[in-house]
């Protein structure tokens, strides 16, 4: 929890629970990156035992690091069956898990990130002023065809919520997709 309080510049987070991936170190990283960057990585039980099996073993205070990684053992039982369902808690609460973080960056467990952290926030946000970057999903180019996909892959339980939450999103504004709009933007 200190060191969570304590990163006050850029942190890099992911999570792996149910030992639903691999661990994936990313590339490229600079020295003032690894400097000044706090990378963490969140994960339970189970997933603490896979990495048991490949001989990656907690120290005696229960702290490890796997490469940059900084593993965090989460102590609470997990609401959900769905191991991404699990890893979407950490995702969204970043701000709160992190804060003095100025900045944060969400890494999915099935990536590899493979550029520089601080190359990417000072080309995609600093530089052009924004809050925000998002990346381009490598399948689904609209938010429509990524909830029927959660829906057609049974990602979401609740499939009902997911068709409400798509139809406020459309009643506050959402268009529907159309080649007009390519390209967009990374």
Sequence with gaps: RMAMENCRGLVIVSAIF????????????????????????FVDDKTIEGLKVHNIVLNKTGETKIGVWRIVKV????????????GVIPKHLVHRLFPNAHYSIWVDAKIQLTADPLLLLHSLLISKDADMAISNHPFNIHTMEEAMATSRWKKWGDIQSLREQMEAYCENGLQPWSRKKLPYRT
């Design 75 to 86: 102590l609470q039982e997990l609401p959900y069956q769905n191991p991404a369902m699990n």
């Design 18 to 41: 149910n030992n639903h991936d691999k661990i994936r170190q990313p590339k490229g990283l600079g020295t003032k990156t690894l400097r000044t960057a706090c990378f963490f990585m």
